[in-house]
């Protein structure tokens, strides 16, 4: 039995790996879960197996490769955390580098970015504007905790500092993606995301000072 379960989580993993090198890919949208099984060298009824459908693989893949950041997101989210963004700024850090070091994540970003990029015409899947949802509410606590630490400024619009937050990333990494041989994302990192948080900061006149209240990896 234990054998059984071992192979059956085997097969999971491989199903979601191969899952989202085609969503990366394709599209979540423009591939079929025939694809994915002759690729992971399965059935149509093993992805069924452990999958409702491809938006379901889909939502755990997003889960399953972003659960190594889930300790500094949950610190960020957390109404006792002394500074929380400091914890954002370790957060954001972390991801750029995890694009650059970890091509596993950096096909997560790829797929999402690819998938999302469908809202403004309204093609976004439910799964997709779920999930797009959800990220923009955990980075307004996580910005409301800052505001109430008196890091950022009383004044800021959250709505806006999350989308704000969302567009300049998802920028950065994109560029990056069209030319990555040229400069190390992982190097720029922690000085990118400081010019992030000084530009957060400085949106209502808030002075910037990112060696008081930050906390540095």
Avoid at 101 to 117: A, G, K, N, P, T
Wanted: aromatic content about 8%; hydrophobic content about 40%; charged content about 25%.
């Amino acid at each position: 039995m234990r054998r059984t379960k071992e192979e059956a989580q085997h097969t999971r993993l491989l199903i979601m790996q191969k899952g989202l090198e085609i969503f990366a890919d394709q599209g979540v949208s423009g591939c079929h879960l025939t694809d994915i099984a002759k690729s992971a060298g399965c059935t149509r009824g093993a992805i069924y197996w452990h999958f409702k459908d491809k938006w379901h693989l889909f939502e755990a893949i997003c889960e399953f490769y972003s659960s190594p950041l889930n300790d500094l997101s949950d610190a960020c989210l957390s109404s006792d955390e002394q500074d929380p963004l400091g914890k954002l700024r370790q957060l954001l850090v972390k991801m750029l580098i995890k694009v650059e070091r970890d091509h596993s994540f950096c096909l997560v970003m790829i797929m999402f970015m690819r998938e999302s990029s469908g809202l403004a015409l309204g093609g976004a899947s439910e799964s997709v504007s779920r999930f797009i949802q959800n990220q923009h509410e955990r980075r307004v606590v996580m910005i409301k905790n800052a505001v109430q630490r008196g890091q950022l400024p009383e004044s800021l619009d959250l709505e806006f500092a999350s989308a704000f937050i969302k567009a300049v990333v998802d920028g950065f990494v994109s560029s990056w993606l069209q030319r990555a041989e040229f400069y190390s994302l992982s190097d720029n990192a922690e000085p990118f995301v400081d010019t992030l948080i000084a530009s957060l900061q400085s949106l209502k006149g808030l002075p910037c000072n990112l060696d008081h209240g930050v906390e540095k990896l």
